[in-house]
């Protein structure tokens, strides 16, 4: 395979890999700071809004991502980049570590150069490698943690498990699910029945459990929210079949995975089952075992698009395994070809619709399709928009008045509008004092973010709300509303999106609804 053959030595695949590394940091860097044509998501608002209040823990999440996002951005400053730009940097750890895991298990720093080569034309690495959410630092403490885990059960270095304890103690302060690794690692025991020194590996696990005091004192003090909402968004409590998305799941996994990759991993899985090495069943049930816990979770409750992505790590590892495999054999060389040749394509091609979908949009509209169709073709519509959107926001709060309050129907847009508003006032969430109330968020846990508080009456307010009307019990809050003109946001011409803004006189306070909370 001249793709393979072409790194002669370990010196040519390492420069090769710096090369990759500083290329793709330098386009996304580039990406992000030369007419960017996508703002901050609603998640990643939240988690610098977070990071203005840094605490042990938050109602959702734990405090890795705000403290990571505050680290940069006391750096760089409170701006779009800057809140991304720990993303890329853990890219590239997640890069270099894949790259070391995989030339560890295979004994082949060219087939390491493939993995990584195969992870960044797989669309949900390219999402990792943009956005700073919970994923990334979860991604890269779990790439490092089964490297360190490989050093320990291959070459015996005890003291590996303490590392695969500290980096999983770190991820799951990004996300909890990073103590999920340890059941894949139990799977492989008892599947694999190696002998592993599980002392070692459970005074590992101990240190991973030490680093959740954190977030187990901060649910102490405050009714342990983060296990209702975790209970709630798994289908641990309230969860039915009827719930799942299991199909949703398996068909979006398709498409972020790169359906040639997919293919890939699948034939992979099977060359490692049948296959006897015991590090490439390690890999396997490492991967298997967590994409299997999240179907499961999906035939119950719904189960979001990135949640398996720490599956795909060792996944896309075995997968450069399996294809570095078959090119050392002409006969079953060509009939992978093709596969591999795919996902080439269908990688670069993700890599440069999804930084701007919209590009499709016009040819589109030039052969006919309607234009209800082009408007759905831009999945980073959500993405846009938003500074405009603060920036008018801002010039009707500052034309209501000085203490005009800026309240917003969901978290997303509360921590959105924090953001692009200029000055970074404090902003505030309606939708838990609804009649029909949303679920609860980390603004219902800050005082100073109520809407009972007597300072707040008499105020004027912008509000930003969503499709229809004004939610109860919110007209009847103020003196009198207004409607102002819908905002549109364009993408190739096509509206995309739209922001509904009121403006309210008077405001009277609102109290929460009585009842059960939602989580």
Partial sequence: MAMIDACVSTARC??????????????????????????????EAQYWDWSRRLDLS???????????????????????????????????????????????????????????????????????????????????????ATYFAVRAIIDGRRWAWIVVGVLLGLGFLAKYAALLWWVGMLAWGLIDRRRVRWGDALAGFAVS?????????????????????????????????????????VGSQIGVVNPAIAILMIAAAGWAWKGGDSRRRMLLAIGATFFALTVIVSLFAKVQTNWPGPAYVTLIVLAAGFVADRAANAVSWRRWKGVVIAAVAIGIGAHVIGREPAMLIRPLRAIGLPEDKLAAIDGLSRLRGWEELGRRVGEEARALGDETIILCDSYMQTALMAFYVRGRPRTYYAGSYFTRPSRMTQYDLWDDCRLDRPELVGRNVVYVGKGGPMPDPLPAAFDRVEKLAEIPVYAGGVVVETFKVWRGWNFKGLARPTGPRSY
């Fill in 209 to 249: 459990l030490a680093f959740t005091a954190p977030v187990l004192i901060w649910n102490a003090r405050h009714d342990w929210v983060s296990f209702r909402h975790v209970a709630k968004q798994t289908g641990a409590t309230g969860g039915s079949i009827f719930r799942g998305n299991f199909l949703e799941l």
């Fill in 14 to 43: 390492r420069f090769l890999l710096v090369a990759l590394v500083v290329a793709v940091s330098i386009v996304n860097v580039l990406y992000l700071s030369i007419n960017c044509p996508i703002d901050l998501s609603g998640d």
């Fill in 58 to 144: 938050y109602y959702s999440k734990g405090p890795a991502v705000a403290y990571i996002i505050a680290a940069s951005t006391s750096l760089f400053g409170d701006t779009m980049l800057a809140v991304r730009l720990p993303a890329i940097v853990m890219f590239a750890g997640i890069t270099i570590g894949v790259y070391a895991l995989a030339s560890r298990v295979f004994d082949s720093e060219r087939t390491a150069l493939l993995a990584a080569g195969l992870m960044q034309l797989s669309p949900i690495f390219l999402f990792y490698s943009l956005a700073m959410t919970i994923d990334t630092p979860l991604v890269l403490c779990w790439t490092w």
